[in-house]
């Protein structure tokens, strides 16, 4: 059974919003095994949206449009299905009879004329009631396609996708086949590298399959199954996950939705430390990181930003500051940060994102974590344009701070 | 000039990553001008990447493509190109040896095979060398299409579609005409204040055309002029702009690609001053913001990070720390990082980004700025998540700088 999503709004195209209900929707077939081969997005358009669904009915068993349901002049998804099927717009009184009690309940006064435009639907299709909102949802068969609508405000669309969607499309494809996927997040390694130690298991594994897929700094492994439920899938992604991990060892940091910043905020946690952050060519980057989290404050006391080399001497007392990209730098740094915030784990970087390089070549950062077991450094060349190296040394930082945390560290 | 993306990768159609890149992509087309009629994304699957290849042709002037262009067996942009015009493969053995010192240059040893991949391309294809990675972008035309194929690293992505791919489709948008676009950059009125202000110009002017494009807290407007050339364009944008500018007053604070931080760190130059940072909830982004230019450690000192309060006390002896979300800790922030750092400017952001609420409601975030000739303060409350509302404050924050370094301020 496979399921095509077709967002649409203007806004999507002009990059004003990003299409998140897309990634929702689509995660949201794959956790109940339902296939999805294209995305669609169109704007407030009516030739082109009825394009995108007839594309979408000749090619895929069912379509989820999102978005364009609304009451405005611009919401044009039931008009467009009405021309890609040939079927008639009709008119539920119904529908504008509880409209109009909605508006009534919710001491709105007299409902604008405009709204009842969301009691049309095309003929044959069944509206369905949207709890958190005026626009009601709509399914339809046509010709042995489903057809959905849910709205474009991403609360009212979940709603309406896991209240009356997913059941629908679920019962539809009758079968009970699940696709359940597993992440792991490695570092240290190419994509290239990674490739080659898995390249037999990616070229003959077919169910589960494997498939990689690099970010900034990153590369993940992706280990996706079908199976009749989870616990079976997850039977064929365990052997396949154990000799992946096995493979690459120590690279493998995390799996699923475990972010580096997550894994060190949960491994300060295991240890009941904090940590506190000095950083020059970062610029405050790093410190930024280890707070996006919810409940960061917990563990990170925060950090200073010694942009300024002058004030690696007076804020944290660092000796000789015409050299400070080596690792005595560093290595003073991480200490120091680690008295003056009163925490268990200091951190730093130091360096040149270039383009003027300083002492030392642009590219060239020295690390340094201090723990109350040990304080250790490392110098590391990085290559590219000042952004990415500076992300690369966000990362970097929070991955060597990862082995110290777990008594690992690195060859001296 | 119509031009269509169309995102490749499994990863999008399970949801396990958002689409940000064909958000990015739209934004930059609608920036310059330039028309998009549709979005795709297809899976890792050769024959419906043709297919969504030969769809693109068809209705579009010019594709771009993003994702699928790695060293790995599931990377099939090249060949969906292939399949989708009929045109053959090949190697470019001079990109094979760039690839070899590229990877000797970084000191990785012998490169793996599999990269040798990246070398090759559709006949006639034009590679894009790619400065942040091994993966080439690349340029073709094809009857009368031009279709490109960019990284789908989210910042390798951007470089080409920056240095490479927008400056090859105002060309060629202009094989005839040309067309200028010039950006007004806004901040502090809503889109819908700024349309009722434009809303005759909007509606009335073709050539030039007027349109508004939100970002992150800021308004862009858009003047773009078709002419025979630059200098005939020019003309025809001049007096829209001036009349925009009459209209908007000081909202307008830039202009094309004069970002806010970029206008802060001119003025700092032009006054002589340089800048130090007090940041609680933005937790170092603010600083980061400000280092992100190159040549910004002449202007910008650094910052400290009081994520716990008690830190706002001993580094920056700020009293009362049971109450952190008010203006007079904010101005305590400013003059004191001002004092600590030895520079003319102290900004300071405190406040709750959510989800816990300090003893001030999620959102309410307090700014100062200090400078020579006067300290003050602004209190604002945000809506949203906790990542919208910490990148809102780090906008707002150099806006403010912004007003206190022309001396405008705001009201008391």
Redesign the interface.
């Known amino acids: 059974m496979i399921v095509e999503v077709i967002a649409v709004g203007t806004e999507?195209?002009?990059?004003?919003?990003?299409?998140?209900n897309?990634?929702?929707?689509?995660?949201?077939?794959?956790e109940k095994g339902l296939d999805?081969?294209?995305?669609?997005?169109?704007?407030d358009?009516l030739d082109?949206a009825a394009a995108?669904v007839r594309?979408a009915i000749d090619?895929s068993d069912a379509v989820i449009m999102t978005g364009g349901i609304g009451p405005t002049r611009d919401d044009l998804t039931r008009e467009a299905i009405c021309q890609a099927t040939g079927l008639e717009m009709e008119f539920s009184d119904e529908y504008a009879e509880y409209l109009r009690s909605w508006w009534v309940a919710r001491g709105r006064g007299e409902m604008p004329d405009s709204n009842l435009r969301q009691a049309q639907h095309p003929a044959g299709a069944e509206l369905l009631v949207n709890p958190k909102g005026t626009a009601p949802g709509l399914a339809l068969e046509h010709q042995g396609t489903l057809i959905f609508c849910v709205p474009g405000v991403p609360a009212e669309m979940e709603h309406l996708l896991h209240a009356e969607v997913l059941p629908r499309l679920v019962r539809w494809g009758g079968k009970d086949e699940m696709l359940v996927?597993r992440?792991l997040r490695t570092w240290g390694r190419?994509?290239?590298?990674v490739?080659?130690l898995l390249?037999d298991l990616?070229?003959s594994s077919v169910n589960p399959s494997v498939?990689?897929?690099?970010?900034?700094g990153e590369i993940k492994v992706?280990i996706?199954a079908k199976a009749a439920d989870a616990t079976a899938a997850g039977r064929l992604i365990e052997p396949v996950e154990e000799e992946v991990r096995r493979r690459l060892g120590d690279s493998v940091f995390g799996a699923d939705d475990e972010t580096i910043e997550r894994i060190v905020l949960d491994l300060l946690e295991e240890r009941g430390w904090?940590i506190g952050?000095a950083?020059?060519m970062?610029?405050?980057?790093?410190?930024?990181r280890?707070?996006?989290l919810?409940?960061?404050?917990r563990f990170?006391?925060?950090?200073?930003?010694?942009?300024?080399s002058r004030?690696k001497q007076?804020?944290l007392g660092v000796g000789d500051i015409t050299h400070v990209v080596n690792e005595e730098t560093a290595a003073a740094m991480a200490t120091s940060v680690k008295e003056?915030?009163?925490v268990e784990v200091g951190l730093s970087v130091t360096g040149s994102a270039?383009?003027?390089p300083l002492e030392k070549p642009a590219g060239t950062i020295v690390f340094g974590v201090s723990t109350p077991e040990d304080t250790r450094t490392r110098e590391v060349?990085m290559?590219?344009?000042?952004?990415?190296i500076?992300?690369y040394a966000v990362t970097t930082a929070l991955q060597l701070t990862r082995l110290a945390l777990t008594g690992k560290w690195w060859g001296v």
């Open positions: 999507l195209l002009l990059g004003q919003i990003v299409n998140s897309a990634a929702t929707i689509g995660a949201a077939l794959a999805a081969h294209f995305q669609q997005v169109v704007g358009n082109r995108a594309a090619r996927s992440l190419s994509e290239s590298g490739a080659e390249d990616y070229t498939a990689y897929l690099a970010s900034a992706r996706s904090r952050v950083e020059s970062t610029g405050g980057l790093l410190t930024g280890l707070t996006d919810p409940g960061s404050s990170v006391a925060g950090g200073v930003v010694p942009y300024d004030l007076s804020l003056l915030l009163d270039g383009p003027d060349r290559v590219g344009d000042r952004e990415r500076r992300i």
